[in-house]
């Protein structure tokens, strides 16, 4: 039996790997009905933004692009579209001139909750056809998963607004 570096049988993790790659499609799937159903043109990169600051408040441009995961200016061009729309509000640093801090407005608070109420629902009806048995452990195994991977909860998220 292979195992990883950390201890893991490999073909346990290559099964677990599938697992979760088949449910992420859905959960893929879910999340652009959920924007579409909301009535927004936003891209899923957008809203992924938007989640972002919606979850950790007013960021420097830098770091709302590492969190990202993209360049600095795959996240201005995002930005620039979120800007237009009403969606993001761009100030430079009070701390520093050379600073850029971005937060989501109000407007596209709404739409962050409005969207992810949507997908709550979704999300609900999938888990109510699983049976108690699958669904054990999943609240832990998905909040372990989510904090491997650096994903803070939304629940009790700030309202990153200009105060």
Do not use: C, N, Y
């Not at 509000?89 to 969207?115: C, F, N, Q, W, Y």
């Not at 609900?124 to 998905?142: I, P, Q, T, Y």
């Amino acid at each position: 039996m292979t195992r990883t570096s950390s201890g893991v049988d490999a073909a346990g993790l290559d099964a677990l790997t599938d697992a979760v790659l088949t449910a992420s499609r859905l959960l893929v799937a879910i999340s652009v009905r959920s924007i579409a159903a909301a009535g927004e043109t936003l891209t899923l990169p957008q809203f992924r933004l938007l989640v972002v600051l919606h979850a950790r408040g007013p960021l420097k441009h830098a770091t709302l692009a590492e969190h990202l995961g993209v360049t600095p200016s795959t996240a201005s061009r995002t930005v620039d579209r979120l800007v237009a729309g009403g969606l993001v509000d761009r100030r430079t640093s009070p701390v520093s001139r050379r600073e850029i801090i971005l937060a989501i407005t109000p407007d596209g608070a709404r739409i962050v909750r409005r969207v992810i109420a949507r997908r709550r629902k979704e999300i609900a009806k999938v888990v109510g056809r699983m049976s108690a048995g699958h669904r054990d452990g999943l609240v832990e195994a998905l909040t372990a998963f989510a904090e491997a991977g650096g994903e803070p909860a939304l629940d009790g998220a700030p309202e990153a607004i200009w105060g």
